[in-house]
């Protein structure tokens, strides 16, 4: 083999094993901490959540066009279900802030937390709207 074919055959293995080894060393050099992986538990949660939110409010708009649900307890219900929504868009624009909801939690008790937390905010705005 000439002095060519060596060299670039050198570079070529080398090229292939810094390709091979880049994933293995971001992975490594940039481990999710455990904060990081409760922070990513708890939007997953949160989202869940608003999914369920919207498809409440989609159930709700749709029993109120079809005329199943008189306009009062319709407008007393959607304005409930949009106070949730926004404390569940609060609470993830939180987690973006990298501020855990509960500190360490399994999957129920991060739901209680959530819910506690989305019901507490709820009835603050309702206090809030009634001294007005």
């Known amino acids: 083999m000439s002095i060519e074919g060596l060299i670039v055959s050198f570079v070529f293995v080398v090229v292939t094993a810094v390709l091979v080894a880049l994933p293995l060393l971001r992975r490594g050099g940039s481990a999710h901490t455990d904060e ?54 609060k609470a993830l624009e939180q987690l973006d802030q990298h501020h855990a909801i509960v500190a360490d939690a399994d999957q129920e008790t991060l739901d209680h937390a959530i819910d506690d937390s989305i019901e507490q905010a709820v009835r603050e705005r309702r206090r809030s709207l009634a001294g007005r």
């Open 36 to 89: 990081d992986t409760l922070i990513q538990k708890q939007r997953e949660r949160l989202l869940v959540y608003y999914e369920r939110v919207l498809a409440n409010l989609r159930d709700l708009d749709e029993d109120h066009s079809t005329g199943k649900m008189q306009t009062a307890d319709y407008e007393s219900e959607r304005e409930d279900w949009v106070q949730r929504g926004i404390q569940v868009l």
